[in-house]
Nanobody
Framework: DVQLVESGGDSVQAGGSLRLSCVASGDTIGRYCMGWFRQIPDEEREGVAAIDPDGGTAYAAAVKGRFTISQDAARTTLYLQMSGLTTEDSAMYYC?????????????????????WGKGTQVTV
């Protein structure tokens, strides 16, 4: 298992930018599929962006072109660079990991396939 801790959430004005970070411990994340998910109260958790061990990425339609998922070279930290933020992006953002062959574009709509989760970081626009 890998332990995940998110940070970087904040209150920002519409049109602003934020970078979320997710630090992993217990293992490096290079062999994992990693994803960012978000959730607002009384709604289902939804996939935002995901990356596989080969660097392949997938994005939800609502964020494509505005958000970028990446990892550091040491494969210990996952990032989500967010720009052009709107009120629709307000949510608790979670980092998650999985060792899986499921394509990352499918993981975005299948959060139940993720194995480990962080506690989340709040983004308010």
């Amino acid at each position: 298992d890998v332990q995940l801790v998110e940070s970087g959430g904040d209150s920002v004005q519409a049109g602003g930018s934020l970078r979320l970070s997710c630090v992993a411990s217990g293992d490096t994340i290079g062999r994992y599929c990693m994803g960012w998910f978000r959730q607002i109260p009384d709604e289902e958790r939804e996939g935002v962006a995901a990356i596989d061990p080969d660097g392949g990425t997938a994005y939800a339609a609502a964020v494509k072109g505005r958000f970028t998922i990446s990892q550091d070279a040491a494969r210990t930290t996952l990032y989500l660079q967010m720009s052009g933020l709107t009120t629709e992006d307000s949510a608790m953002y979670y980092c998650a990991s999985a060792i899986t062959r499921i394509p990352v574009r499918t993981l975005l709509i299948l959060p139940s396939a993720m194995d480990d989760w962080g506690k989340g970081t709040q983004v308010t626009v």
